[in-house]
T-cell receptor, first 113, second 114 residues
Framework: SQQGEEDPQALSIQEGENATMNCSYKTSINNLQWYRQNSGRGLVHLILIRSNEREKHSGRLRVTLDTSKKSSSLLITASRAADTASYFCATVPVTGANSKLTFGKGITLSVRP | DADVTQTPRNRITKTGKRIMLECSQTKGHDRMYWYRQDPGLGLRLIYYSFDVKDINKGEISDGYSVSRQAQAKFSLSLESAIPNQTALYFC?????????????FGPGTRLTVL
């Protein structure tokens, strides 16, 4: 079963606006990652945040993590039409020999020009 | 050149046929994965391998088999294809170094079973 659940399932915004996507998970994690998928293509890793971190930035991306609420958010600032894609959160449980990444179902983001 | 390659990129086959999807990687990663993606269902893990001698079933392994021929190669077979196996298939690799398990995906194979 999938560990992460994204919210909302779909988001439509105007170019220049900010896009906020949320992810909730169920069990303790080592890290949480966000991926992007352009239509029909492979997923691409965007950013990773570890369980002992609260916020990370990468260009126009800001990720927050609240381990007490088991939730994360991905903020894309000043969105562009090229940001139109599906976004997935994925979690790695507390490290063990068999730990592996588990993906949520994804959020479809549409940025209108 | 791409780090993770998949062949073929598109395949149309008929019910009952055996087909193989191949994945190769140049990242030097030990871990390799096969996923399928269907609209609205996200990614579902079919099989994964943590090293050449290790093969594990994922959440939807029925009807599929895999072979890890080398560190760099991981193939997925459909022994007798059926229409509900029509989907987009992705191979991925990862390295658990530092506990991150960040995954790197191939471009995908679009499979249609008639």
């Amino acid at each position: 079963s999938q560990q992460g659940e994204e919210d909302p399932q779909a988001l439509s915004i105007q170019e220049g606006e900010n896009a906020t996507m949320n992810c909730s998970y169920k069990t303790s994690i080592n890290n949480l990652q966000w991926y992007r998928q352009n239509s029909g293509r492979g997923l691409v890793h965007l950013i990773l945040i570890r369980s002992n971190e609260r916020e990370k930035h990468s260009g126009r991306l800001r990720v927050t993590l609240d381990t007490s609420k088991k939730s994360s958010s991905l903020l894309i600032t000043a969105s562009r039409a090229a940001d139109t894609a599906s976004y997935f959160c994925a979690t790695v449980p507390v490290t063990g020999a068999n730990s592996k990444l588990t993906f949520g179902k994804g959020i479809t983001l549409s940025v209108r020009p | 050149d791409a780090d993770v390659t998949q062949t073929p990129r598109n395949r149309i086959t008929k019910t009952g046929k055996r087909i193989m999807l191949e994945c190769s990687q140049t990242k030097g990663h030990d871990r390799m994965y096969w996923y399928r993606q269907d609209p609205g269902l996200g990614l579902r893990l079919i099989y994964y391998s943590f090293d050449v001698k290790d093969i594990n079933k994922g959440e939807i392994s029925d009807g599929y088999s895999v072979s890890r021929q080398a560190q760099a190669k991981f193939s997925l077979s459909l022994e007798s294809a059926i229409p509900n196996q029509t989907a987009l298939y992705f191979c991925a690799t990862s390295d658990l170094g530092l506990g991150s398990d960040t995954q790197y995906f191939g471009p995908g194979t679009r499979l249609t079973v008639l």
